[in-house]
């Protein structure tokens, strides 16, 4: 089993700033792809931005592009999610989660590993 343990989130100001981190427990796990999605009050759990791990191929929520850059350090066994510019509309509890195939990314279904999700809040 693999736990995914995010932190990083908080309560900011719009056009403000924040950087959510998530570390993968077992080591010898070789993902294909880490990713966030977010999810807030009342709505689906949406798909945000995801990396492969080998290549560092990146994709992003058309919402979220420009503003949010996704990175891993394959050596520490994390991925990041640095937020600028966000807005009230970005406020969400943000779920770290990894993908064992390259199959459906933009697919809540189809990743494989979950962690337990931080809250990030904007205000307006």
């Known amino acids: 089993q693999v736990q995914l343990v995010e932190s990083g989130g908080g309560l900011v100001q719009a056009g403000g700033s924040l950087r959510l981190s998530c570390a993968a427990s077992r080591r010898t796990f070789i993902p294909y792809a880490m990713g966030w999605f977010r999810q807030a009050p009342g709505k689906e759990r949406e798909f945000v931005a995801a990396i492969t791990w080998s290549g560092g191929n990146t994709v992003y929520a058309d919402s979220v592009k420009g503003r949010f850059t996704i990175s891993r350090d394959n050596a520490k066994y994390t991925v990041d999610l640095q937020m600028n510019s966000l807005r009230p509309e970005d406020t969400a509890v943000y779920f770290c989660?990894?993908?064992?195939?390259?199959?459906?990314?933009?697919?809540?279904?189809?990743?494989?590993?979950w962690g337990q999700g931080t809250q990030v809040t904007v205000s307006s």
């Open positions: 989660a990894a993908k064992k195939d390259g199959i459906g990314i933009f697919s809540r279904a189809r990743w494989d590993y």
